[in-house]
């Protein structure tokens, strides 16, 4: 069963963790909460916990952000003070440490590794519109540790494959899915200068890329854009270079922010 540690100064928040009763049914021993920063950072440096969260109203949290910096594996969870949102995100929670320790036969395992491959899953399920509230995307980036903004302005650039059924056939053999990843990891990258990028192939016809800055940039976001128009003009160039893979770029959308990205019903 998994541990998880609050740290809290919230009597609410308290409140609504101690009226859970069925933990083992969660999947979770009985969580521990403290309140006390010091005790927490202690707690934390003699035991294992599979996921933290902490709201502290009263408490300067810095500390706990400067650990949490230091440890950019430790999964974050979002505190609720409402039974049925906080049962939600303890599904979420399990469903996350489910896939963060799931047995793949693999004695490679790189939790690095499968980190990246669970963040790549969900930009790829935003950028198709498969994140449908705020709520969710919120609490997967804290989960999955990207360090995408939620407030600062992002871009969404999509390109025209104009031979695109005929080079993934006939040239490239690997299918929509290996291209993909192709583009993210060998031309865009994921955080360069302050950056995040990622790519999804929509379709044959169809190349999608995302630049959101990293959450704790000290670039203004004039500068931020101009780093990202530069960046896709070069990078799209090397594509052809390289791949002989031609992008034509049909729009460019400047975004409030990433949570532009949720498709609500």
């Known amino acids: 069963m998994y541990k998880l540690l609050l740290i809290t100064d919230r009597d609410d928040i308290r409140q609504a963790f101690d009226e859970i009763d069925n933990w ?4 979770f021993r009985p969580i521990t909460i403290i309140s006390d920063v010091k005790e927490a950072l202690n707690f934390m440096n003699k035991n294992v916990v599979d996921a933290l969260g902490y709201s502290l109203k009263y408490t300067d949290a810095s500390p706990v952000q400067k650990y949490i910096d230091e440890h950019p594996s430790l999964p974050i969870f979002q505190t609720h003070h409402r ?10 929670v399990r469903h996350f440490l489910d896939q963060m320790h799931r047995d793949d036969g693999d004695s490679t395992y790189d939790e690095a590794f499968v980190f990246q ?9 935003l950028l198709k519109g498969g994140i449908t509230t705020d709520e969710e995307l919120v609490a997967r980036v804290k989960l999955v540790r ?33 291209l993909q990843n192709s583009l993210r990891n060998n031309f865009f990258g994921k955080y360069l200068g302050d950056v995040y990028y990622d790519v999804v192939v929509l379709s044959p016809r169809h190349v999608r890329v995302f630049a959101c800055p990293d959450f704790n940039t000290e670039l203004s976001e004039d500068a931020i854009k101009d780093k ?9 160039e090397d594509i052809n270079d390289y791949l002989d893979l031609v992008l034509n770029l049909e729009s460019v959308t400047e975004l409030n922010s990433i949570m532009d990205l949720v498709n609500k019903q």
């Open 24 to 27: 083992g049914q969660l999947m």
């Open 117 to 125: 491959m669970l963040r790549d899953e969900l930009m790829s399920q």
């Open 146 to 178: 990207a360090n995408a903004s939620l407030t600062m302005r992002c871009y969404l650039f999509d390109f025209d494959m104009p031979q695109g059924e005929i080079y993934l056939s006939d040239r490239w053999h690997y299918g929509a899915e290996r």
């Open 83 to 92: 039974g049925e949102a906080l049962v939600g995100e303890l599904n979420r």
């Open 228 to 236: 990202v128009m530069a960046r896709v003009s070069s990078v799209i």
